[in-house]
């Protein structure tokens, strides 16, 4: 049988490395060095890949833990010792990038839409000086909210992934 320890490593350390990198460098980067249309044009192309990874990673780290070179598999990570320090962070991971792929991407993207329609009728961009028409400023206050809680939300899929590293750690010999 196939060793997993490798793979759950290798597994574990691109989903911390991606959530890391696109969080606080890649991200920010694009946003300081690129005009807002293009800014948004390629984080539109990133957030998919972004957050299928985010999704589809903790899968994989889960299905890759082991004990003694043993894949652990769906019993091993009910067992008691392994719910709070291996099912529950990496649940949680799985769970909030779901979340941002399959809930509020599609609700910021479709905000998004809905200000460059406003936008065409104002004739002004959303991210223009005041003043903005109401229906700008209350689709500008829907995306700040949707951007917030989608932020918040990968912080706490980065914290999961953080936490699970750390008992991973204290494996190591």
Do not use: C, W
């Amino acid at each position: 049988m196939l060793d997993p320890r490798p793979f759950h490593i290798l597994s574990y350390g691109t989903l911390l490395g991606v959530q890391l990198y696109q969080s606080f460098v890649s991200g920010i980067i694009a946003f300081r060095a690129l005009p807002r249309p293009q800014f948004s044009a390629l984080q539109a192309k990133v957030f998919p890949t972004y957050f299928a990874l985010q999704t589809a990673l903790p899968v994989v780290v889960g299905l890759t833990a082991s004990r003694g070179g043993q894949t652990l598999g769906v019993s091993g990570l009910l067992e008691p010792e392994n719910q709070y320090k291996v099912l529950l962070p990496l649940a949680t991971a799985f769970v909030t990038g779901l979340v941002n792929f399959a809930v509020l991407r599609k609700l910021t993207v479709d905000t998004m839409r809905e200000r460059k329609h406003q936008e065409t009728h104002d004739g002004k961009k959303s991210y223009d000086p005041p003043p903005h028409s109401k229906e700008m400023m209350a689709l500008n206050k829907k995306f700040g909210r949707l951007h917030g809680l989608s932020s918040l939300i990968n912080l706490v899929t980065i914290g999961a992934t953080i936490f699970y590293g750390v008992v991973l750690s204290k494996q190591l010999e």
